[in-house]
């Protein structure tokens, strides 16, 4: 018997735009959404899938090696396989059909990264009602690496917000950033520094903004470790997230913790 349900929230974005004009690939990092989701089913949790459009987030070709799985070949074709064949990641929905099937079906909330969420999540309107729900509930709500930026869908105008950030407008912002849920709350997110070999090696060219500086600017305390690409994880409250791919086992014994308090506490 399942403990209770998790709501994955997948992105659909397969490119992202670079500053100059056009754009660069981009999707979603395949251990950052299995590693967490497999270790909540072993720990007796249904996981259920869901994204803007209702289709599989595209995998982001550099996270699909075994070089995200600590260069164990047998955990990455067991986490492929999974991706590909399990109902819980092929039985797709919207993030529509969650909110008209009621919030109150799931126990908590998980966004992976990858930098697909920074062209769609974050300016997604129905992420920022499933966002405003676990947060007035204060239910678990857990987002890994460029996850975090998916956060500032609750927003009360994200897309004007994530408009601004491109065109490094500061007063709109600033004006912008007010109101925010998650102001004065701890987190983490993907680096400015992390993010430059992702720039110089597979965009060719740069993303318009930081992630710890769009979570700043609506009131975020922004924290990271102290050498890029090593495993961190900040909780505050209802909110846990992870700073990048590496911290997929941290963040999923995180959260599965909450969810073990919250129904303790039930």
Same mark, same amino acid.
């Given at each position: ?23 660069? @690939? /981009? ?5 950052? /959404?299995? !590693? ?7 720990? +007796?949790?249904? =996981?259920?899938?869901?994204? *803007?459009?209702? /289709?599989?987030?595209?995998?982001? @070709? ?6 995200? #799985? ?9 986490? %492929? ?12 929905r919207t993030l ?13 909330? #998980?966004?992976?990264?990858? $930098?697909?969420?920074? =062209? ?19 239910? @678990? ?5 460029? +996850? @975090?930026?998916?956060?500032?869908? &609750? ?25 925010? $849920? ?14 430059? *070999?992702?720039?110089?090696? #597979?965009?060719?060219?740069k993303i318009y903004?930081?992630? *710890? ?8 305390? !922004? ?5 890029? #690409? ?6 505050? %409250?209802?909110?846990?997230?992870? $700073?990048?791919?590496?911290?997929? $086992? ?7 913790? &909450?969810?073990?308090? &919250?129904? =303790?506490?039930?």
């Amino acid at each position: 018997m399942s403990k209770g349900k998790v709501l994955v929230v997948g992105s659909n974005a397969t490119r992202i735009e670079i500053q100059g004009g056009g754009t660069g @690939p /981009t999707g979603q990092y395949l251990n950052e /959404t299995v !590693v967490p989701a497999m270790a909540l089913i072993d720990a +007796g949790y249904e =996981v259920v899938l869901a994204t *803007p459009d209702g /289709t599989k987030p595209y995998i982001d @070709p550099p996270s699909d090696s075994a070089e995200h #799985f600590g260069g164990d070949e047998n955990a990455y074709r067991r986490a %492929r396989t999974y991706f590909d064949s399990d109902p819980s990641m092929t039985d797709v929905r919207t993030l529509r059909s969650i909110i008209d099937e009621g919030l109150d079906h799931y126990a908590a909330v #998980f966004v992976p990264g990858g $930098q697909a969420p920074v =062209v769609d999540l974050m300016q997604d309107v129905e992420l920022g009602k499933i966002l405003r729900y676990f947060h007035e509930r204060k239910k @678990p709500t857990a987002l890994l690496c460029h +996850g @975090p930026i998916a956060t500032l869908a &609750a927003l009360p105008h994200a897309k004007e917000y994530r408009a601004a950030l491109i065109a490094s407008d500061k007063a709109r912002i600033a004006e912008l950033g007010k109101g925010w $849920q998650y102001a004065g709350y701890k987190m983490t997110v993907f680096t400015a520094s992390e993010e430059k *070999p992702i720039e110089e090696n #597979f965009l060719h060219g740069k993303i318009y903004f930081t992630m *710890p500086d769009a979570l700043g600017a609506a009131g975020g305390e !922004v924290s990271r470790s102290a050498i890029d #690409f090593e495993p961190y994880v900040v909780e505050d %409250r209802e909110l846990i997230t992870g $700073q990048n791919p590496r911290s997929d $086992q941290p963040i999923a014994a995180k959260l599965i913790a &909450a969810l073990n308090r &919250a129904t =303790v506490a039930a």
